[in-house]
């Protein structure tokens, strides 16, 4: 495709102008060479009993509403066909677990001690006073909350201990999610700017394999998310979660 447009269009007159390496930044100058994302390679299996499933926000199986809020779509955001978000934005927030909910029927190859990563749009901390913060439950067990901050990059240095102990508002960010490898890479990215995404992250037990229900509720209005990966394999790193 360089080539073409160096050659080809225009017959020739832009010659050289696509030269600029355009693969694999991770910084904002420009990389030495072109390097391709890390992916991982195809583990042969299929359906949702592999390590690593990849669930679009909007491929949900069903969903429930509020008085109040709902889940919709959201076209043309993020990196596939679009999102799901609460409508309207100014609903109020729901920090009991009975808020709007997403649910996804999937079928866990093992009981035990599971990871959940949510792909979430950037946001900053839009209300400090009562955070920002998403929950997800399994059937019917106890919801967790989850601090939606997680990667949020304090680019101005807002939340340093001395403005945290002066504020009536501020709380400090949570620890990052930095133990899931979903930009390609095991080196920690700021996956905000490269990848227009915020990666959260959170354990849970599935009693007994099988099928098994896992519901995002929404908690706070302003979060937008775009998928969910179950069990990402860190053994094997991959790129939001595809193979």
Not at 19 to 39: A, F
Not at 88 to 95: C, D, F, L, Q
Not at 212 to 228: A, G, N, S, Y
């Amino acid at each position: 495709m360089t080539d073409k447009y160096n050659k080809v269009i225009a017959g020739g007159k832009w010659d050289g102008m696509m030269l600029d390496k355009h693969i694999g930044y991770r910084m904002w100058s420009m990389p030495n060479e072109n390097t391709l994302p890390q992916v991982a390679k195809p583990s042969g299996k299929t359906g949702t009993t592999v390590s690593e499933t990849a669930i679009m926000a909007h491929d949900y199986t069903r969903r429930t509403a509020t008085d109040d809020a709902r889940w919709v779509f959201l076209p043309g955001l993020g990196r596939g066909k679009g999102n799901m978000g609460i409508e309207p934005v100014t609903a109020k927030s729901r920090p009991l677990g009975d808020g709007a909910t997403l649910e996804y029927d999937i079928n866990f190859s093992q009981s035990g001690k599971q990871k959940l990563a949510l792909g979430i749009l950037p946001t900053n901390d839009v209300n400090p006073a009562r955070g920002l913060r998403i929950g997800v439950r399994v059937d019917d067990g106890e919801m967790q909350t989850i601090d939606a901050r997680q990667g949020y990059v304090d680019t101005f240095n807002e939340y340093t201990n001395e403005n945290i102990a002066r504020s009536k508002v501020l709380k400090p960010l949570p620890r990052p999610a930095s133990d899931i490898y979903l930009s390609g890479s095991r080196q920690r990215m700021r996956s905000e700017i490269f990848d227009n995404l915020r990666w959260l992250s959170i354990d849970f037990d599935i009693p007994t394999a099988g099928n098994h229900t896992v519901k995002v509720v929404m908690i706070d209005p302003e979060i937008v998310v775009e998928k969910l990966v179950v069990n990402p394999d860190n053994e094997h790193p991959s790129y939001h979660g595809k193979e």
